[in-house]
């Protein structure tokens, strides 16, 4: 009972007042509706974007998604587009204030927006009063960020050929010095190839001692024979050394041309599958939104005043 008395008493004083509940909504329309004009609130133009990313370094566990994002946000990203577009003095800001650069930033952010979408792709929204600016603004967003990646990317790259050349060169030394002491061992023992020479001296040696004979060559049969039982397995060991030094020095020297490419590819970063477009309609102010909540707000508004004035009296 208590309740239907309840719903009474408003339904009679929303017909009593009902002059005033229609006075105060064709007041609110008018008024949201002036408020809201291009004299009031600058139109705005949306420009929509969205990107894939392609060919990203994985930095940390984070999806690829998630890194291109992160780039969107970076600081350098956001004052190069302010500084193309001169955003300061579009924007209107008093570079006088203290808080100019804060303002600034604020702006940009409620005008400009990057998020997630639930397709794993970026979605780029910006705001502009200007529809070719905000579609131009959208456009150089992909660019920055690609060029970005593209610096990032040539930094690592530039510094693994710096390490990639370091142990080519360490391998070119070791072969070097691997050379330069076959050379010498070459020269002070005869020694050319110690299989083959074994086989060949050992022969000569024995058919030599088989004929007894003596004199010169003799001599340097024996020699490099002892020379070979002397120094033989070090100069095969060399050879061995040197053979592993040049199959590395090979596949170090493929590394570092592989290095090389990658300084100078030339990629793209990211998949645009929403390209930015001119907007011929304004996004902002949503004008019959605004007209709608007004009303709706004025006639609460109202209507709360009413019970509080009516339970006043009752008092």
Known sequence: METEKTYVNLLKVIVKKIKLFIIVGFVSIIASAVFSSPFFITPKFKTEAAVYPSNLMQYSDETATEQLLQLFYGNDI?????IKFDLINHYGNDTSSAAYLFNLH?????NISVNKTKFESVNIDVLDTDPVIAKSIAD?????VNNKIKRLHQIKANELVVIRKGEVDN???LIDTLEAQIRRYSVKYGLLDYIEQSREVTAGYMKMLLASKKGQSMQKVEELYE????????FQDLH??????REEYNKKLIFYDEALRDVSKKLTYTNTVVFPEAADKKAYPVRWLIVVLSFLGSIFFTFILLLFNNRLKHN
């Not at 956001?78 to 302010?82: K, M, Y």
């Not at 150089?140 to 920055?144: G, R, Y």
């Not at 020379?227 to 070090?234: A, I, Q, V, W, Y």
């Open 106 to 110: 604020k702006e940009y952010n409620s």
């Open 171 to 173: 391998k070119k030394m």
């Open 78 to 82: 956001r004052d190069s587009i302010i």
């Open 140 to 144: 150089e967003l992909i660019i920055q």
């Open 227 to 234: 020379n070979l039982k002397k120094e033989g397995r070090h």
């Open 240 to 245: 061995h050394q040197l053979n592993l030094a």
